[in-house]
């Protein structure tokens, strides 16, 4: 039973139309486990709308790659919830735009640049929040941190 919802944000980047960092990020939910927490329909990947910048001479081609980026997530991540921002409200708000339309106990929040490297049992985490009612938020360490 699914009790996990994950949410992944992502916004405009130079690599863009590469899918290339978002696909490190997904293959890394490979360490989230055990699976039985969460399924492909509880992944929201949501894109933040383009912001253009008057004095910026490559904005058609950085909207057209990023535009491009959006198309290569819906291709590649059909099974997930891909929701895409009619103008750009930030990762708060894209966050607390997602959790009004989850309805599971618990999120994992990853941004587009962030991926786990290593297992992480969300079962013990979960037995952690559930017992203990101070605790509501765990963070995960950088790869530049554990080095």
Known sequence: MSQISI?????????NPSTEIVDHVIDGLKYVGPKEYFS???????CDEFKV???????DIKKRNYLLYIDQLK??????NILIRDKKYGC???????????HN???ILVQ?????VTDINIENI????????????????SITAVK
Do not use: C, Q, R
């Open 92 to 102: 708060v708000n894209n966050i607390k735009y997602v959790l009004d339309l989850i």
């Open 112 to 116: 587009h640049d962030w991926a786990s």
């Open 75 to 80: 291709e590649k991540y059909s099974a997930y």
């Open 53 to 59: 910048n008057d004095d910026d001479n490559l904005i």
């Open 7 to 15: 949410i992944i944000t992502t916004s405009p980047i130079i690599s």
């Open 40 to 46: 492909d329909k509880d992944i929201y990947i949501v």
């Open 105 to 107: 106990d618990y999120v």
């Open 126 to 141: 979960i037995n952690a929040m559930n017992k203990h009612d101070v605790v509501k938020y765990v963070g995960f360490e």
